[in-house]
């Protein structure tokens, strides 16, 4: 059975025939209830200290929860994000590939047409030119056409 120290003060001890000397018992009640108080005190206190470290550990428990959940999360945002860069950077360099291509498709075509365009140029100054060769009189008639023309 356990007592507390109320109790103990309280407690009032069998007279036998021979009895006991009230004074020394009294006095050493009176010690165990004041030890035992200060125990008991003491106690209180360490159930009290307890019940704060364990409500404690309870909220370190949850925010170190908290910090896994966030640390998983910030990893996997980093990691998507790395995904996503790496995918746009795939498609901007095959756009890029893809518009050089065409940039290059467009100056061949661009060559070829001034190719064929040089070849039209030089077709119509060959057509001219033969023109105006037929159109002038051979040097001999020039000559004569020239003298008659000084004779008259």
């Known amino acids: 059975m356990s007592y507390t120290p ?4 309280h407690l009032k001890l069998r007279r036998g025939l021979l009895g006991y000397r009230r004074g020394g018992v009294d006095a050493v009640l009176e010690e ?8 008991w005190r003491d106690r209180a206190d360490l159930q009290d200290r307890v019940e704060h ?3 404690e550990l309870v909220r370190h428990r949850e925010l170190e929860a908290l910090l896994r959940t966030t640390l998983v999360s910030a990893e996997r945002a980093a990691h998507d994000l790395r995904d996503q860069a790496k995918h746009d950077s795939d498609r901007i360099l095959a756009e ?5 291509r065409a940039i290059l498709r467009e100056a061949g075509s661009e060559g070829e047409r ?7 140029v030089r077709a119509l100054l060959g057509a001219a030119l ?11 008639e020039a000559e004569g056409k020239t003298a008659g023309v000084r004779a008259a």
């Open 6 to 9: 109320v109790e103990i003060r």
């Open 114 to 120: 001034l190719r064929v365009e040089a070849t039209r």
């Open 53 to 55: 470290l364990d409500s």
């Open 96 to 100: 890029a590939r893809a518009e050089a």
């Open 130 to 140: 033969e023109v105006v060769r037929d159109a002038e009189p051979a040097p001999d």
């Open 32 to 39: 165990v209830a004041d030890s035992f108080e200060n125990v």
